[in-house]
């Protein structure tokens, strides 16, 4: 490696070491590296970028997986048992759609008086997320 190496070859450098260095000292477990944990590598933020990892990492013989939470939108992208994880913000890589309103009632300190609640009804919004194929503008990767 030399100074004069972008920052992806230095970075492919550092992992090309950390893979020799597993190899050459099984004795030492790779925790991170196995099963459910595997190592955070990408902060996509918007779904091109997201969607651009996908397919790259299906050029490159991965298998992609999703997975979406109430706040967050990660693939693991895994090559055997090694895996690596793309995590980002669902709201950059989803879109929040309002689908109506529903009305609903809970219970709310009064303010006049500090310790019983009150019943409340009000409207709230109804919503549902949106979260396109990443790869579905990509015929190839689709049927990858």
Not at 121 to 132: H, I, N, S
Request: net charge negative.
């Amino acid at each position: 490696m030399t100074h004069t190496d972008t920052l992806a070859q230095q970075q492919a450098a550092g992992l090309r070491a950390l893979a020799d260095m597993i190899e050459a000292h099984p004795e030492i477990p790779a925790t991170y590296l196995d099963g459910f944990f595997g190592i955070n590598v990408w902060n996509p933020k918007s779904a091109e970028e997201m969607a651009a990892i996908a397919r790259a990492a299906l050029k490159h013989g991965a298998k992609v997986e999703k997975d979406i939470g109430e706040t967050l939108y990660n693939l693991t992208i895994s090559w055997g048992p090694f895996k690596a994880k793309a995590l980002g913000n669902r709201g950059a890589v989803c879109e929040r759609v309002v689908t109506g309103t529903e009305t609903v009632t809970r219970k709310v300190p009064d303010p006049s008086v500090v310790v019983p609640l009150v019943e409340v009804t009000e409207e709230v919004e109804t919503v549902e997320w949106r979260c396109a194929p990443l790869l579905a503008a990509d015929a190839e990767a689709v049927s990858a």
